[in-house]
């Protein structure tokens, strides 16, 4: 029998539950790596689809397999029709992210291999749930605000077509990189909770769409994914408040979170974070909408101080403090950040359910099965004795 370790009540931090080739964290120097590569280097010289292709296979693509990987997911991008239907019919105030995650299960119904087991086929289904993810936002974006979903354009990129399919215009090449940056960004970080959720779905043999499914679940708290949109919640809800250092500090005395801020991992700034503020200053720059920048300095600044006074130095800006007002500043709306986000890490769950299946990185798969301390009412290994409704006092 195992031997029994008791980590519990401590949301397994620290606890190593597996091996992973796909990305590494150096929590103290604020790295990190996909597949081998840094980030920075990513973000600067690659684009989505590559970082996709490398996230899945396990190195970078030579000119030709990038090719036709982008080929394969610019053709996977058409989703069934009564999807729309569907669509049509659901309240208009739905929450996106209950939209996507609500759309996983019916695209998997549409997928013609979901019973097939072999890696090539689960690699035919992620680009399919990569090609899908951005059509099935922006179709229903369009579809609470009474419009036709568009259909998508194969001379755009994954970034571009996004925009397009969202607004019905063709981005700027500028503004189209960036967002595709910013889907590099995003597409991985270890077993961070919603690729913990996915992994562990898949342990149990279920198909890669029931893991993602969970994987958005996860992500749309405001913990995870939705700490962006909570990001831009702060920034609007501040915009005309003068005294920053004030409301930082009024906010942590009552014991509110700065959303943005810390991370369960790293113990300095987050790399994507840094890369995005710098990318948040261009784009105000460039727009005229510099205020944002601004102000999220600020509270950085702020928030910064107050934690060092508070003995908490590591709690930094984390990815969502400056994607926030990046994506803001390109239109995208607040309630779309998290999905946006979805979008990007749908490769990084993909690989993961695909390492988690086929035990790309250990002897063999295992079946995710931790336990609980039972601390409720016992009685006995009897039990407690039974007393219809009406004899209870
Ligand atoms: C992400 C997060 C959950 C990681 O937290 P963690 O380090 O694993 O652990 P905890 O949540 O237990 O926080 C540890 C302590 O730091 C404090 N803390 C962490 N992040 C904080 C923040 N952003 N603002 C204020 N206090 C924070 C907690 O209140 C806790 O204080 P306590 O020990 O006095 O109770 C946390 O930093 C957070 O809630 N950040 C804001 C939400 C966010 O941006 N999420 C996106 C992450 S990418």
């Not at 097939?116 to 974006?141: G, T």
């Not at 607004?167 to 919603?194: Q, W, Y």
């Not at 099965?369 to 004899?391: F, I, K, N, T």
Request: charged share 25%; with cysteine; hydrophobic share 40%.
């Amino acid at each position: 029998m195992a031997q029994v370790v008791s980590v519990k009540n401590t949301g397994l931090r620290g606890i190593t539950v597996a091996d992973t080739k796909i990305s590494f964290i150096d929590a103290d120097k604020g790295i990190l790596i996909y597949r081998g590569y840094r980030i920075e280097e990513l973000a600067e010289r690659s684009t989505f689809m590559e970082v996709a292709y490398l996230l899945l296979n396990g190195s970078l693509p030579g000119s030709g397999e990038l090719k036709e990987f982008e080929k394969e997911v610019t053709a996977a991008r058409e989703v069934p029709a009564y999807l729309y239907s569907c669509m049509k019919d659901w309240p208009k105030g739905a929450k996106p992210m209950d939209v996507l995650q609500a759309c996983v299960p019916v695209l998997a119904m549409a997928d013609p291999e979901l019973a097939e087991e072999s890696r090539e086929a689960n690699v035919r289904m992620a680009i399919r749930l990569i090609a899908r993810m951005p059509v099935v936002v922006a179709a229903w974006h369009r579809v609470r605000n009474g419009l036709q979903p568009l259909a998508s354009d194969p001379t755009l990129s994954h970034a571009a077509n996004l925009l397009w399919l969202l607004n019905g215009k063709r981005p700027d090449e500028e503004m189209a990189r960036d967002l595709d940056v910013c889907l590099i960004l995003h597409a991985d970080h270890t077993f961070n909770a919603s690729t913990f959720a996915c992994r562990e779905v898949v342990s149990t043999r279920a198909h890669m769409y029931a893991g993602i499914a969970a994987g958005i679940g996860a992500l749309s708290g405001s913990l995870h994914g939705g700490a962006n949109a909570e990001v831009m919640k702060m920034l609007l809800e501040l915009q005309s408040e003068k005294d920053i250092p004030g409301w930082v500090k009024a906010r942590l005395d009552k014991g509110d979170r700065i959303m943005g801020m810390g991370h369960a991992v790293y113990k300095t700034i987050d790399p994507r974070a840094r890369f995005l503020k710098d990318m948040a200053f261009r784009i105000g720059k460039k727009t005229g909408q510099s205020r944002w920048h601004e102000l999220s300095t600020q509270i950085e600044t702020a928030g910064l101080e107050e934690f060092k006074k508070r003995g908490k130095t590591e709690i930094q800006p984390n990815v969502d403090f400056f994607s926030a007002p990046v994506y803001h500043m390109m239109g995208i709306p607040r309630d779309l950040m998290t999905p946006i986000f979805a979008i990007s890490r749908t490769a990084g769950w993909c690989s993961h359910i695909i390492e988690e299946k086929f035990a790309e990185a250990q002897e063999k798969p295992a079946l995710y099965r931790p336990q609980a301390e039972y601390v409720g009412q016992y009685c006995g290994l009897m039990g407690c004795e039974y007393s219809p409704p009406e004899d209870r006092t």
